[in-house]
């Protein structure tokens, strides 16, 4: 498929943005390996983890190809620097406890499952290919979400106080998920990103249903002040996170083992 | 100059097993998706099976060594994302092989909401048949296979997700 110049860097753009979210919710669900509250957990976390990563590295071998610029997926993920990270905020927030990791994993399985869906009947082959990859993995990962979340919400008054604790940290990070930006705009435009628009009433109607059922309440929304990811703009975690995962392959460049 | 034939190239290409499921080779799992001969060039590609594979790069040597040694002199391993890898690709024989070596093969077919509602369904025991059978995980040792527990052989086993 022949592009413009422009379109050719909006697509760019938005699979960075694919690449990046996954990679960084990747990278922290790794952060649980070993140390997570029961075995069969462990290997859920890292097997999650696994797909995640496994997903951006598609997306982001695309976006260099796309790029042409003779980038890897590989320069992509450690050589670049943290405002050139294209990531939702949400994804980058710490793990902090169980509770924490599991909302954050709720929200985003359920955004990430409607994207995925909408992008399988992209004209462009490659990344309609992913989606439809990534779907089948992706509607997995929000069974596991959404039933922990069902059990600790419905759990004890501890499990659901941390677990209502969490969805209000992390609620601040939830809108910027569907503002939808010039580059975005062009994309749907040029007719390679399928129409997004009734997305956030969509997300906001599972993420009810499931709430009624786990005894968690929708915080108000009075908290949006996070926003810019998909500029470049970031939570103070990124960076830190960024330092962990790329000092390998920054100190020892084109290390092989 | 030595000739090789494309149906020869699949016949080595089945040499090449999954190192993870080390009963079934890569052509009845439905890894290989393309082989393009031209002259003593041959192209193969591969779709991984899930995105976070981590066998695929061991399958990719794997494939340049075994051509490589029957001759071939440029081996390109491609993955392609265009084909979206099915279960339902796997054959009637390689699920008996499965299930002989322990792993319950997918029950259900990828198109189906058999998988979506796995949570209430009782996969068949490889060992004693029974469906008297609980989830136990739905991640186990691959990204491929679930945990699953028999309640009347009270063996725990895993089973080959349908996706």
């Keep these: 498929m022949k592009l413009d110049n422009n379109v050719k860097n909006a697509l760019f753009e938005f699979l960075l943005r694919m690449g990046d979210d996954r990679l960084i919710l990747g990278h922290r669900l790794s952060e649980w390996c070993g140390h997570a509250p029961v075995i069969e957990e462990d290997i859920a976390l890292g097997n999650i983890a ?8 598609a997306f982001l071998n695309f976006a260099a190809g ?9 320069d992509l993920a450690y050589f670049r620097n943290e405002t050139e990270f294209k990531n939702l905020q949400l994804v980058e927030q710490p793990n902090v406890d169980f509770a924490h990791t599991i909302v954050r994993q709720y929200f985003f399985d359920v955004y990430s499952n409607l994207v995925l869906t909408n ?26 979400s959404k039933q922990w979340l069902l059990r600790l919400g419905d759990g004890t008054d501890l499990s659901n106080e941390k677990t209502q604790n969490a969805v ?7 809108k910027e998920i569907f503002d939808i930006d010039e580059t975005e705009k062009l994309l749907i435009e040029k007719g390679i990103v399928p129409e997004m628009s009734g997305f956030r009433e969509k997300w906001l109607d599972s993420i009810n249903k499931t709430f009624m059922e786990a005894k968690l309440k929708l915080p108000e929304d009075n908290l949006d002040f996070s926003a810019g990811s998909r500029n470049g703009f970031h ?6 996170l960024l330092a962990e995962m790329q000092i390998l392959a ?6 092989k083992w | ?12 290409l089945e040499t090449v097993f999954d190192p993870e499921i080390p009963v079934l080779n890569i052509v009845e799992m439905g890894i290989v998706r393309e082989v393009n001969l031209n002259n003593n060039a041959c192209e193969i590609k591969i779709t991984p099976t899930y995105s976070g594979c981590p066998a695929m790069n061991t ?15 440029s081996v390109k391993v491609e993955k392609i994302f265009t084909e979206t890898w099915t279960t339902d690709w796997i054959g009637q024989d390689a699920r008996n092989k499965l299930r002989k070596y322990g792993i319950a093969p997918p029950e259900g077919e990828s198109a189906s909401d058999f998988y979506d509602n796995i949570l209430t369904k009782n996969i068949t025991c490889p060992y004693c048949k029974s469906t008297n059978t609980e989830l136990t995980s739905e991640f186990g040792s691959t990204s491929c296979k679930s945990l699953h527990f028999c309640k009347d052989c009270h063996q725990p086993f895993e089973h080959f997700k349908c996706i």
Excluded at chain 1, 168 to 174: A, I, P
Aim: proline content about 2%; hydrophobic content about 35%.
């Design chain 1, 250 to 255: 920054r100190s020892y460049p084109g290390a």
């Design chain 1, 66 to 74: 796309v790029e042409g610029k003779g980038r890897t997926e590989d």
């Design chain 2, 1 to 12: 100059m030595m000739y090789i034939a494309e149906n020869e190239i699949w016949k080595l």
């Design chain 1, 168 to 174: 209000n940290n992390l609620w601040r990070f939830t």
């Design chain 2, 59 to 73: 399958i990719e040597n794997e494939i340049i060594k075994v051509l490589s040694k029957a001759g071939i002199k």
């Design chain 1, 50 to 57: 696994l797909d995640l990563i496994g997903q951006a590295s």
């Design chain 1, 119 to 144: 992008l399988t009947s992209c004209p462009v082959n490659e990344l309609a290919g992913m989606a439809s990859k990534s779907l089948k993995e992706s509607k997995y990962h929000l069974r596991h």
């Design chain 1, 235 to 240: 939570t103070e975690h990124l960076g830190h």
